[in-house]
């Protein structure tokens, strides 16, 4: 059944992209994430995590002809400040993501999400 206020055709774009280690710097006594701070073997500093966060974003900003996806899948994320981080970027904030996010039991603390337009 299709509300009144909407076109029988409308299409959403749903995408699944998966980020590959998209970790903050901040080491997580509860996780296994030591690699992915300044100290680490990444050497993961706030540069290169802000470099990554600007790198996905634009991604996702040019899917959908540049108004991104209405859904998407994200795995390989350490944790929700990661997602805030991410939809507040100069390419996101202005689309109206919010997110969806599971711990998962991974000792690493690679989680998965979903972000999500709000309207």
Known sequence: MVASDQSPHQSFCIAFYNVENLFDTVDDVNVDD???????????TDEKYHKK?????????????????D???????????VLKDL???????????SFVHEESPDTRGIDVCMLYKKN
């Open 53 to 69: 966060l600007n790198n996905i974003a634009k991604v996702i900003h040019a899917m959908n002809q540049e108004k991104g996806p």
């Open 87 to 97: 939809i507040a970027t100069k390419d996101l904030k202005s689309s109206g993501y």
């Open 34 to 44: 030591a690699e992915f701070t300044p100290s680490g073997k990444s050497n993961w």
């Open 71 to 81: 859904l998407v899948g994200l795995c390989e994320v350490e944790n929700a400040r």
